[in-house]
């Protein structure tokens, strides 16, 4: 069954350092995700994007965050400069068409941890 | 703003038993949800869907339950097994493509 991939499963960086975690979508999906999880805590919704823009952002998703989708497989997060509050698990997911009638369906998540 | 919550953070029940995992959500407005289990270290896994244009869908082991005049939704686990151990969340759908998550409720079964 085809899945969302994410790489790396941790990332440990030291804050003020940019970072780039990785997502490869189910080929076939059309739309795109980011969601964040602190230890403990609910999933919160970071971005959607969809027709290579960014459909809904969350108030957590402020201008050190950005997405891009390069190549037509791979999509990222890039942080800009870390923050020590950004250590959380970060997972992508994707959904094939609209939310209506598809759930979406998550990777396993990389693990960032900033020191 | 309206959220989608749960009523108990943890659960325990023999392994055999049946479980009841309950979610309260407030916009009287949605019409998706959806359950999911997440293991340990793992990303969030789809169980089942439920639209609320009807009020009960089963799957394998798993119901689920939709009460729109209370807004309520719950999973039915039925005979746990070991593996059901895992933390699960209801989810709503907002919006157009925006997936919402509750709580969720850690059940822990026990042998």
């Known amino acids: 069954e085809p899945e969302v991939t994410q790489t790396p499963s941790h990332q440990v960086t030291q804050m003020g350092q940019e970072v780039i975690l990785r997502c490869v979508p189910i080929s076939n999906h059309l739309y795109f995700y980011w969601y964040r999880q602190i230890l403990g805590q609910k999933v919160e919704f970071l971005v959607s994007?969809?027709?290579?823009?960014?459909?809904?952002k969350s108030e957590i998703f402020d201008d050190q965050f950005s997405v891009e989708r390069p190549d037509g497989s791979n999509f990222t997060l890039k942080i800009r400069s870390t923050k020590l509050e950004d250590s959380a698990m970060y997972f992508c997911?994707?959904?094939?068409?609209?939310?209506?009638?598809?759930?979406?369906?998550f990777g396993n998540g990389t693990r960032l941890t900033v020191t | 703003g309206e959220s989608v919550g749960l009523h108990l953070p943890t659960l325990s029940v023999q392994e055999g038993d049946n479980s009841i995992i309950n979610c309260a959500y407030s916009?009287?407005?949605?019409?998706?949800f959806i359950w999911y289990k997440q293991e340990s270290g793992k990303g969030p896994q789809f169980i089942i869907d439920i639209r609320s244009n009807m009020d009960k869908r089963q799957g394998q082991r798993v119901t689920v339950l939709l009460n729109k005049t209370v807004k309520h939704l719950s999973l039915q686990i039925a005979a746990t097994q070991p593996g059901d151990s895992a933390v699960y969340f209801c989810?709503?759908?907002?919006?157009?493509?925006?997936?919402?998550f509750g709580q969720g409720t850690r059940l822990t079964i026990n042998p």
């Open positions: 989810a709503e759908i907002q919006g157009a493509q925006k997936l919402v």
């Open positions: 997911a994707s959904m094939g068409q609209s939310s209506y009638n598809s759930p979406l369906h």
């Open positions: 916009n009287s407005a949605s019409d998706y």
């Open positions: 994007f969809y027709n290579n823009e960014i459909s809904e």
